[in-house]
C-alpha cells in the first residue's frame, strides 16, 4: 500500500523496502534539515541502526538518540532525555519504534514545533496515526494533544521479525474494534452521541480485513503482517477524521485503562496495550451475548424493576475505586451523575422503544469464544489469567471502567437495563 490519506495529506507506505522510501521522501520533502532518529535499544537493533546509517549516507545530518533503561515509558524521564539529546533548532524527528517511542516522540516533536515521521517496528497498536499522546504523569496516564505524523513507513521484513506478543497485541488491539463499534452505534442511537456512517464503514473495512487475515497473519506470511498494519493504521485514520477515539475505543479499552491505572499504582510492569484490549474484548462480547440472549417480556420486567442508583453512592463507589483520580472521575460522569429520575425514565423507554434497532447492533458483536479462538490462533494471551490478572482486578474493570469516560457503551446500557456488569 502507498497511498496519501486524502483527508490529513499523511503520506503511509507499508513496503518490503520501507527505509528506502523513507530516505527518498525526506529527501524530497525535508532536504537539508536536520534529521533526529529516537529509538529504543530492541529497537534500534530492528530497524533504528539501518535507519540511521542510510539517512546518514543519503547526506542529512543526524542526531541519534536510543533510549536505554529497564522500562521505557511515555513519562517525564524519556521525554526530557529526547529534549535534552536533540536540537533546540528545526528538525524532523524519526519514531523508530512501536507504540511507546513514538508516543515519546510525538509529543516533543509537537512541543517544538516540529514534524515527525512514525517508523513503526511492530504491528501492535493502531496508534501510529493519531493526534493524541497517552502520558504518565504523576503515576497517572493522561491524554494529550499532539500533531499527527507527517509520514509512516512501515517495513514489512521487520515488523513480520516482531515479538510474537507484539502481534498478537496488534490483533487484539484491531478485535476490540467488534465492541467499539458497536457501543459507538449503541451511544449514537440510545443516548445522540456523535456518528459518522463514512467512518464507521472505514474501520470496519479494516477490521474484516484483519479478521479474514487471522492465519496469514499468524504464520507471519508478508500478505497478512500487510494486511495487519493497514488495518491498524486503518483505524488510526478512522480516529483521526471523526476527531476523536469512539471509532475505535470503547468498553473493552475502558477496561483495559483500568488494568492499566492499577497496575501502575502498584507499580508493576506495564502490559502490552493490545493484549489487554484483546482479553478485555472477549469480556465485554459476553455483555453483548447476555443482552442478546434477553426476550422482549424480559427486558421490560428488567426495566420496570431497574432503579437508578443514588448519585451519592456513585461518587462513593468511585471515591473508593479510583483513590486520588476520583475528582477527575466525577467530572468526566458529571453528565451520568447528574441524571434525573425523569431522565432515567426516559432513557429506559428509549432502550424499550429502540430494542428492535437495538439487536442488530448486539449481533455485530462475536460471541466470547469467537474472540477467545482468534487470540488463540495468534498466540496471544487469552484470558485475563494469562495476562497475570487476578480475579478481583478482573471484576474491578468490568464493574467500574465504565466510569473513565463519558460514553454510552454496553456497560451504560447493562447498568440501565439491571443487568449485572460481570459474568458471575
Ligand atoms: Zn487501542
Redesign the pocket.
Known amino acids: 500500500m502507498n497511498q496519501i490519506d486524502p483527508a490529513r495529506g499523511i503520506h503511509v507506505a507499508i513496503s518490503a523496502n520501507a527505509v528506502d522510501e523513507l530516505v527518498a521522501y525526506c529527501r524530497e520533502h525535508y532536504d537539508g534539515t536536520l534529521v533526529t532518529i529516537v529509538s529504543d535499544t530492541n529497537t534500534y537493533a530492528a530497524l533504528g541502526r539501518r535507519v540511521h546509517d542510510a539517512i546518514s549516507r543519503a547526506g542529512f545530518e543526524t542526531i541519534n538518540l536510543v533510549l536505554t533503561g529497564e522500562e521505557i515509558t511515555a513519562g517525564a524521564e524519556y521525554i526530557l532525555r529526547v529534549l535534552l539529546g536533540s536540537s533546540t533548532g528545526d528538525q524532523l524527528f524519526l519514531a523508530v519504534g512501536s507504540g511507546t517511542v513514538t508516543d515519546i516522540t510525538r509529543y516533543t516533536a509537537f512541543r517544538t514545533r516540529n514534524p515527525y515521521i512514525a517508523v513503526p517496528t511492530a504491528p501492535s ?3 501510529f496515526i493519531s493526534v493524541s499522546a497517552p502520558l504518565i504523569v504523576g503515576g497517572m496516564k493522561e491524554t494529550f494533544p499532539t500533531s499527527a505524523p507527517v509520514a509512516v513507513f512501515a517495513d514489512l521484513p521487520t515488523l513480520a521479525a516482531a515479538p510474537q506478543t507484539m502481534i498478537a497485541a496488534g490483533v487484539g ?1 484491531i478485535l ?1 474494534k467488534f465492541t467499539s463499534l458497536a457501543d459507538w452505534n449503541l451511544s449514537h442511537l440510545l443516548h445522540d452521541e456523535p456518528y459518522s456512517a463514512a467512518v464507521e464503514a472505514r474501520v470496519r473495512r479494516a477490521l474484516d480485513a484483519c479478521v479474514a487475515a487471522i492465519d496469514a497473519i499468524a504464520a507471519r506470511g508478508e500478505d497478512g503482517i500487510r494486511a495487519l498494519m493497514h488495518s491498524l493504521l486503518e483505524s488510526g485514520i478512522g480516529m483521526l477524521e471523526f476527531g476523536d477515539s469512539r471509532p ?2 470503547g468498553a473493552e ?1 475502558h477496561c ?1 485503562h483500568y488494568w492499566e491505572m492499577k497496575l501502575l499504582r502498584e507499580h508493576k510492569p506495564a502490559l502490552l ?2 493484549a489487554k ?1 484483546g482479553v478485555a474484548t472477549a469480556l465485554i462480547a459476553q455483555r453483548y451475548a447476555r443482552l442478546r440472549a434477553l426476550t422482549r417480556d424480559e427486558l421490560i420486567d428488567l426495566l420496570e424493576a431497574s432503579e437508578l442508583e443514588p448519585r451519592d453512592q456513585q461518587i462513593a463507589e468511585i471515591e473508593r475505586v479510583y483513590g486520588t483520580a476520583a475528582e477527575d472521575i466525577q467530572r468526566i460522569q458529571t453528565p451520568y451523575l447528574d441524571m434525573t429520575p425523569l431522565e432515567y425514565m426516559a432513557l429506559k423507554q428509549r432502550i424499550l422503544d429502540q430494542w428492535t434497532q437495538v439487536q442488530p447492533i448486539l449481533e455485530t458483536v462475536p460471541p466470547p469464544e469467537t474472540i477467545v479462538d482468534m487470540l488463540n490462533r495468534l498466540g496471544g494471551a487469552s484470558s485475563a489469567e494469562a495476562l497475570g490478572l487476578d480475579d478481583e482486578t478482573v471484576v474491578e474493570a468490568q464493574r467500574y471502567g465504565h466510569y473513565l469516560r463519558d460514553r454510552f457503551t454496553v456497560m451504560k446500557l447493562t447498568k440501565a437495563i439491571g443487568l449485572p456488569l460481570t459474568s458471575d
Open positions: 497498536v493502531d496508534g488491539d476490540g475505535a475505543s479499552h483495559s496495550h493490545g484490549v
